[in-house]
């Protein structure tokens, strides 16, 4: 049975508190309950803007780029049951003024027949495509996999029939926290499989990269030039503001992503 709304209303007050929440987790034994309890299971990937990417071996002119994205539209076409949420509740609960509210997470699987009406709508093919084009087209990046937050707040199960599309801006965005979450939490949310993110030679340290652009802080000026750490996930943002186009982001071609998708495909069930 799904969550009544207070619930709901009573997340997007505490909301701005997630990050004193994600250090608790390194806290000992408290970390491990609410690990436990929040996030056993998780794994979720991180889909780079498509504006971003460069497919890393020879493809023929009339071959098809194969873009991160149609790891999604996979799914989509996959799924019986799609869900799109009315708003974006980190958005929402944040003000944002730079993205749009309206565009909220992306649910697939039998798992959303359960979640409150008044949230949103069940989805065909056709307006799940439309929507996660709309968000792509607003500069957000999807990030899709496994969420036992989800279920939880949402009040519905079973969560392994639950597949999470959050479309995700830069500076409200729920996984902001990562670098605050234990290490061992914050490890099953990744960058695709083959993406590298370097910086070229170009680079002048002007910081452009650094101004709200990178949501998990992996960016630093080091001797006049932007240094990409371990942090990274892989969306691209960065490549898409560089004034001086010296940030690359490369995928080791189509296979990746098929392993990709296969690895989405065995967390949960969406047919």
């Given at each position: 049975m799904a969550n009544p709304l207070w619930v709901v209303a009573l997340l997007r007050t505490f909301f701005q508190a997630r990050f004193f929440f994600a250090r608790l987790t390194r806290v000992p034994l408290l970390g491990s309950l609410m690990d436990r309890w929040m996030f056993r299971g998780d794994r979720m990937f991180l889909l780079p803007r498509v504006q971003?990417?460069?497919?890393?071996?020879?493809?023929?002119?009339?071959?098809?780029?194969?873009?991160?994205?149609?790891?999604?539209?996979?799914?989509?076409?996959?799924?019986?049951?799609?869900?799109?949420?009315?708003?974006?509740?980190?958005?929402?609960?944040?003000g944002c003024r730079d993205y749009p509210v309206d565009l909220g997470c992306l649910f697939m699987g039998e798992a959303v027949l359960g979640i409150h009406r008044k949230l949103g709508r069940l989805a065909t093919r056709e307006e799940a495509f439309e929507h996660v084009r709309r968000c792509r087209d607003a500069g957000l990046v999807h990030l899709i996999g496994r969420n036992r937050l989800d279920p939880l707040w949402l009040g519905i199960r079973p969560g392994d029939r639950l597949l999470t599309v959050c479309n995700c801006c830069p500076c409200c965005c729920l996984w902001r926290m990562?670098?605050?979450?234990?290490?061992?939490?914050?490890?099953?949310?990744?960058?695709l499989e083959g993406v590298t993110v370097l910086v070229g030679e170009g680079c002048t340290g002007c910081g452009e990269c650094l101004r709200g652009v990178c949501f998990v802080d992996?960016?630093?000026?080091?001797?006049?030039?932007?240094?990409?750490?371990?942090?990274?996930?892989?969306?691209?943002?960065?490549?898409?503001?560089?004034?001086?186009?010296?940030?690359?982001?490369?995928?080791?071609?189509?296979?990746?992503?098929?392993?990709?998708?296969?690895?989405?495909?065995?967390?949960?069930?969406v047919g």
């Amino acid at each position: 049975m799904a969550n009544p709304l207070w619930v709901v209303a009573l997340l997007r007050t505490f909301f701005q508190a997630r990050f004193f929440f994600a250090r608790l987790t390194r806290v000992p034994l408290l970390g491990s309950l609410m690990d436990r309890w929040m996030f056993r299971g998780d794994r979720m990937f991180l889909l780079p803007r498509v504006q971003s990417v460069e497919i890393n071996e020879p493809v023929e002119p009339q071959q098809q780029v194969v873009l991160p994205s149609r790891i999604v539209d996979e799914f989509i076409e996959r799924s019986r049951y799609r869900w799109i949420m009315n708003t974006c509740i980190c958005r929402e609960s944040t003000g944002c003024r730079d993205y749009p509210v309206d565009l909220g997470c992306l649910f697939m699987g039998e798992a959303v027949l359960g979640i409150h009406r008044k949230l949103g709508r069940l989805a065909t093919r056709e307006e799940a495509f439309e929507h996660v084009r709309r968000c792509r087209d607003a500069g957000l990046v999807h990030l899709i996999g496994r969420n036992r937050l989800d279920p939880l707040w949402l009040g519905i199960r079973p969560g392994d029939r639950l597949l999470t599309v959050c479309n995700c801006c830069p500076c409200c965005c729920l996984w902001r926290m990562l670098p605050d979450l234990n290490p061992s939490i914050a490890g099953r949310f990744t960058g695709l499989e083959g993406v590298t993110v370097l910086v070229g030679e170009g680079c002048t340290g002007c910081g452009e990269c650094l101004r709200g652009v990178c949501f998990v802080d992996a960016i630093r000026i080091l001797e006049n030039r932007a240094f990409i750490t371990e942090d990274c996930r892989g969306c691209g943002r960065c490549v898409t503001v560089c004034p001086r186009r010296a940030i690359r982001l490369t995928i080791d071609g189509g296979d990746r992503l098929d392993n990709s998708v296969d690895s989405i495909g065995r967390l949960t069930n969406v047919g």
